[in-house]
C-alpha cells in the first residue's frame, strides 16, 4: 500500500497557525504542546487514515486530546487533504465549502 501525502487546504492550514499563535502568545509551552498534538494527530491519521470515524460531508475527524481542536479531513487518492483545524467550540461543519 503506498504511503499517502497529507495536504492542508489554505484555510486549514490558516486555523491552525493562528491557534499555535493564540497558546504561543499566552504560554510559549502550551503554543508548542499545541503543535505537538497537531504533529501527532497527523502521524496517527497518515498511518491509518482508515480509522477515524466519518464526520460530515465524506470527511473523517481526529479528536485532539489536550485542546479542545479536531483535525477533519478527507481522503483523496493518495492524498490525506486536511479541511480545518476546527475548534470545537465552533459551529460544527462551518468549513463544508471547502
Known sequence: MPKKNIRFSPEAFT??????????????PAGKAFLKELTHAIERVLESPEQWPRY????RRYV????????VYREMGNDIVVVAVAH??????????R
Open 56 to 59: 460530515i460531508e465524506g470527511t
Open 15 to 28: 486555523e491552525a497557525e493562528a491557534a499555535q499563535q493564540w497558546y504561543a502568545e499566552r504560554s510559549l
Open 64 to 71: 485532539f486530546h489536550r485542546f479542545p481542536f479536531s483535525l
Open 88 to 97: 470545537g467550540k465552533r459551529k460544527p461543519g462551518y468549513w463544508k465549502v
